[in-house]
């Protein structure tokens, strides 16, 4: 057989200078990706940087929210300028009848036990759809017990009122027996304004918390 000529076939040139330039632009290709991996890297942690400096702003802002709670708001008047406008006289009101308000709070303090704190909604129950709370308010008066009581003013002018104090028939059905301590079933009962700007928390509410009495309204007869 006759012996045929090999054939060589090159790719890629073979000089030395060729193989320098590949070497040239593969050490370009990973210093390259070096480069975007240390951006990556320090993109990555000044983001989450960021992230935990906002988390601290809003963990900060909302804890100060929570402290300054609803219960150390002073109690303020939301009419602004109507006593004025109704002092100058060219303005009358208008007349209505009688409108009962009920005491929104009513909390108890005991003399002899002057840290005791009386449990909250007693009458509370269990209802197929849920706790429910009952608006009865715990009223309890004796030499060592006192209650206080504390009203909110729904409407302009509601706090100038009459204090009326209404007792159940000693027979009616209550979640707790009515009793009247005194002779003939009557009793004598002071009562004094208390000095709070605020809403009486009957959760810390004792002897020793109690507001002061500001100033003595009177005595009522029950009976």
Known sequence: MEDLPEESISLLPLDNHSTSGLRLGKKSDD????????F??????VIFAAEIALYLYISH??????????????????????????RTG???TTNYPPIANTPRIAGRVSK???????????????????????FDRR??????????VQFRATDFGMERCALALQLPHLDARLPEPFVLDGINNEVMLDVCVIDTPKPLDLATLSWMTRPNCARHVGTLLGR
Do not use: C
Request: no cysteine; net charge positive; charged share 20%.
């Open 31 to 38: 210093g390259q990706r070096k480069s975007w991996s240390s």
């Open 40 to 45: 990556l890297l320090h993109a990555v942690v």
């Open 61 to 86: 802002t909302l804890g100060g929210l929570l402290d300054n709670s609803s219960k150390d708001i002073p109690l303020q008047s939301a009419y602004m300028g109507l006593e004025d406008l109704y």
């Open 90 to 92: 060219r303005n009358t």
């Open 112 to 134: 002899s036990q002057p840290k005791k704190v009386f449990p909250l909604d007693q009458h509370r129950r269990l209802m197929p759809f849920g706790t429910v709370s009952s």
């Open 139 to 148: 009223v309890q008066v004796t030499e060592d017990i006192h209650t206080l």
